[in-house]
């Protein structure tokens, strides 16, 4: 089988490779294991579905404790690349969060309309902590102001990011790296 990786028309550069991404998920792995390194109860470690499913299989299986797996499904009602209005939970969590330190794992974030949304949220359920983790910031671009706990790669300038999780109208997301949208084809995948 070829070691080449599937890269499309759309996808103008490669941002980060594979090997690249690893490494820094790799740290982020190390972070947490860190932080939780003497706790008592298993976090619980949240996928903010779809975009964060493929940073949550890697990073999980670096996790050297107990750790309870869970999901939530939000939408972010996007255009081609720009969100428009307010992310809504469109599936909630499984676990009873009260008292419980929760690790939430997304793919981005952007203007942080979805993570702030969703904190709020959470923290109505009154959880013991709550920790972000994000694979990609691209702090430039907040409407609102939010910094994560950890996040693996700081973005400027603002390209518009596939791969990894990361879509163009729910394409993309399988690609192994993290890749440049090439704006050309706006409409057009
Ligand atoms: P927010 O603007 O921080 O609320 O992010 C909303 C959602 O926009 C994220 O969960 C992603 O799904 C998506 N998003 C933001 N920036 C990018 C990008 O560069 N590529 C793909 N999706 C993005
Ligand atoms: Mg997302």
Redesign the pocket.
Known sequence: MSKKPFIPKYVKRIFYSEKQVNQKVAQAAEWLNKKFKNNKKPPIFLC?LK?ALPFYGKLIMQIKMDVIFDFIV?S?F?GN?K?VGM?KIVTDLFNDIKGRDVVII???????????VLIKYLKSRKPKSLTTVVL?D?PD?R?VSFKPDYACLTIKN?????GCG???NEKARNLPYIGE?DKRYLGKV
């Open positions: 903010v975009g939000l972010s996007r690349i969100a992310p997304e793919d981005v974030s952007d203007s942080a309309k979805t993570l702030t990609v691209k671009m409407k603002n390209p518009f990011l596939v990361l879509d163009i949208f």
